[in-house]
């Protein structure tokens, strides 16, 4: 069966930081690009970050410079740093493998004092 679970989430102050993971069963990870995607409160869905099979990282211009997309190859698991963060952070994250469409059920992240 394929999953991916995402776990990480929390509540942290302003200026905080958080470690994000994704634990994926029942395929390869690293065969297929990664990304990080979060929806905020009453929006839309935002893309946060992606991890393709070249190893290449990308990040929307809201969290670039403070988050930091990686994989364990060994642990078959994507991470995301999330550093200096902010109130507007606020949102549920959720991993996804954009070809195979595949997402985990979401992982909330509270950035509030």
């Known amino acids: 069966e394929v999953q991916l679970v995402e776990s990480g989430g929390g509540l942290v102050q302003p200026g905080g930081s958080l470690r994000l993971s994704c634990a994926a069963s029942?395929?390869?990870?690293?065969?297929?690009?990664m990304n990080w995607v979060r929806q905020l409160p009453g929006k839309e869905l935002e893309w946060v970050s992606l991890f393709d099979g070249a190893e290449t990282a990308g990040y929307a211009d809201s969290v670039k410079g403070r988050f930091t997309i990686s994989r364990d190859n060994a642990k078959n698991t994507l991470y995301l740093q999330m550093s200096s963060l902010r109130s507007e952070d606020t949102a549920v994250y959720y991993c996804?493998?954009?070809?195979?469409?595949?997402w985990g059920k979401g992982t909330l992240v509270t950035v509030s004092s």
């Open positions: 996804v493998t954009p070809s195979l469409d595949y």
């Open positions: 029942g395929f390869i990870l690293s065969a297929y690009a």
